[in-house]
């Protein structure tokens, strides 16, 4: 039986959820447990009811299924992203006041000193821009970066993620720039999805503290294939710099929510095939063919796909920030979480990890997951957690 199974097969026995928060003190030399009965050993459990689950879904509905195969490939891609777009727009539109959207909201391009490479992206203030403007003692804490997820194929920096973003920046007491990376619905010379989130990086870096008014302690938070590219970018980054520990010291820690790390295709995700919703692992190697094929420009093999340059999952993952990986038991993805966090861990890494029972691809973010009394729980504990940093650089400094 698999893990998610095993998983699965408990939560139907008693009818109540658990959240397991992992909180180690040092780097383990056994790997990071991934069995049910290893976690419920773990620091903390806390109990909840457990959340509704996502209807199943027909096949014809699955996003390789959506269009006639004798389309165009580029032209598939691009509908299934214009659907999105419009379901993001309406959903924009009832999440936001206006009020926010004129007042708290702010679009521009960026690019870093260092480069000519510029990158489009939306800023999020805890408060109406001209009121922190008026009040020059009015410092922002930091900055968190945001990377959106949407499978390297749709969604955005505004419409997708503004009520989460507005969400982050009050809690946070930040600016939150979340970044418009390319998308593989772009044309094949403007696609380097890794670059873009680098180029931000870069920007918040060398002017973000600056130019937004904030201290200079910086988070950075991504979900999905976001969470994919945050890694790879935070990878590319350190290994610029000549003093690897010069990353740690500027990026406070990493927000990593049910992440995709390994593009060979983890057990949870071969194993699911169309079992799981409201995405399942079929969908997810569709996803993972798109992009590879575009990054190597060719056809990659199992052996290809595990290149760290696609896949963060086998690369050195030394001297990186402090991290919180978080993984519903019944999203495909668990095994990437459980796996990644015991390698981040075992290099030496500080780590947290929260696992919720029965949390599905999305939980606390979107679907029918995303406000139930789990998905609170959880979306709270991500902010929790990197406002714990941002105290502690504030105590330090």
Not at 255 to 280: A, I, K, M, Q, R
Request: aromatic share 8%.
């Amino acid at each position: 039986m698999s893990t998610k199974s095993a998983f699965a097969a408990n939560a139907a026995s008693h009818g109540h959820g658990r959240i397991w928060i992992y909180r180690p003190v040092n780097a383990p030399t056994l790997p990071f447990p991934s069995t049910l009965s290893s976690l419920q050993g773990l620091s903390s459990v806390q109990m909840c009811p457990l959340p509704k689950k996502t209807a199943s879904m027909a096949p014809e509905k699955r996003l390789y299924n959506l269009f006639p195969s004798g389309q165009r490939p580029a032209d598939s891609l691009l509908k299934i992203h214009n659907l999105k777009a419009d379901f993001y727009r309406e959903q924009f539109n009832q999440r936001v006041p206006k009020n926010d959207a004129d007042a708290r909201i702010e679009k521009r391009s960026v690019g870093s000193t260092r480069g000519l490479r510029e990158v489009d992206v939306t800023i999020y203030f805890p408060e109406a821009k001209n009121s922190t403007e008026e009040n020059e003692t009015s410092i922002l804490d930091g900055i968190c970066l945001h990377v959106h997820g949407g499978g390297w194929l749709w969604g955005d920096s505004c419409h997708q993620v503004a009520h989460r973003c507005l969400e982050m920046a009050r809690r946070l007491n930040v600016a939150v720039v979340s970044v418009d990376y390319s998308l593989l619905c772009a044309d094949n010379a403007s696609f380097n999805p890794v670059a873009d989130v680098v180029t931000a990086l870069k920007w918040i870096e060398d002017n973000g503290a600056t130019e937004l008014g904030t201290d200079q302690a910086f988070v950075a938070s991504g979900e999905s294939s976001g969470a994919h590219l945050l890694l790879l970018a935070m990878l590319h980054r350190r290994d610029e710099r000549k003093h690897e520990s010069r990353l740690q010291s500027l990026w406070r820690c990493l927000n990593l929510v049910y992440g995709v790390y390994d593009l060979s295709g983890t057990p949870s995700v071969s194993h699911d095939s169309e079992t799981s919703s409201p995405l399942c692992g079929n969908e997810l190697l569709w996803l993972y063919d798109l992009y590879c094929k575009r990054v190597a420009n060719k056809d990659c093999s199992q052996s290809d796909r595990k290149n760290p340059y696609l896949s963060p999952l086998y690369a050195d993952l030394s001297a990186l920030p402090p991290a919180l990986v978080t993984v519903g038991t019944a999203d495909p993805l668990l095994d990437d979480s459980l796996l990644l966090a015991s390698k981040y861990n075992a290099y030496g890494n500080d780590l947290e990890v929260v696992v919720i029972e029965d949390g599905e691809h999305g939980i606390g973010h979107f679907g029918v997951q995303e406000n139930e009394t789990a998905g609170n729980l959880a979306r709270d504990y991500t902010i929790r957690f990197m406002n714990r940093y941002l105290e502690k650089h504030h105590r330090l400094t």
